[in-house]
């Protein structure tokens, strides 16, 4: 079975600097894919970036970034330019390439952005 | 576009009573469903999922059942909660075959008193 593992449960940023979240996960599938999810304080789920494992090429969407190491199953996400609306609960996920498309996640990691 | 339904917001229940929980998807269909629950300050559990109608699996044993009665209605029921039920219960949908993540619910915040 497909886990997913986020060793910090807390971190902070000062506002305008960069920050980076830590994901590793374990399978043995070879195509699969992996999320970051965004849960302010609102609870909304909010997808932030997306990354497919056959695709060599780290994904980006404006200051978020992802730093994919597919052999060592890591996926860290990177927010440059940190705001005060960063701050929220940042989930990671794993979704195998079955039919059931379900969504794996880690335990989580606060982020706290200091003004 | 397609937009996902949830309620109620907040929910306050006592202890053994029956248990409720509506998610409806619309523009889309036969789309994949599931039941998250998140406890305070923690990650996302898969409770339920379904990929089409009367078809439901089970993730964990638990006091809850689902059922998924129309093509983009999914429904969480108990019969008599339990303490333990309480939390944050999330539903998402997502099309199958593709690479997108879960489109999520507003969720519904259970205290079982």
């Known amino acids: 079975a497909q886990t997913v593992t986020q060793s910090q449960p807390e971190m902070s940023v000062q506002e305008a600097e960069t920050v980076t979240l830590s994901c590793t996960y374990d399978?043995?599938?070879?195509?699969?894919?992996l999320f970051w999810y965004k849960q302010p304080p609102s609870r909304q789920m909010i997808l932030v970036i997306r990354q497919e494992a056959y695709k060599q090429q780290n994904a980006t969407e404006n200051r978020f970034s992802v730093n994919f190491q597919k052999a060592a199953k890591s996926f860290s996400l990177k927010i440059s330019d940190s705001q005060l609306g960063d701050a929220a609960m940042y989930f990671c996920?794993?979704?195998?390439?079955?039919?059931?498309?379900?969504?794996?996640f880690g335990q989580g990691t606060t982020l706290q952005v200091k003004p | 576009s397609q937009t996902i339904h949830q309620w109620p917001a907040t929910l306050v229940q006592p202890v053994g009573s029956p248990l409720s929980l509506e998610c409806t998807v619309e523009g889309t269909s036969n789309p994949n469903l599931y039941w998250y629950r998140q406890a305070a300050g923690r990650g996302l559990q898969l409770l339920f999922y379904s990929v089409g109608i009367g078809q439901i699996s089970s993730e964990v044993p638990q006091n809850l059942s689902a059922s998924r009665p129309q093509d983009r209605q999914f429904i969480l029921s108990s019969k008599k909660l339990l303490l333990s039920d309480s939390g944050f219960y999330l539903c998402a949908w997502n099309r199958d075959s593709t690479n997108y993540g879960y489109t999520f619910g507003s969720g519904t915040r259970l205290t079982v008193v």
């Open positions: 399978t043995s599938e070879s195509d699969y894919y």
């Open positions: 996920a794993y979704r195998s390439e079955s039919n059931t498309g379900k969504l794996i």
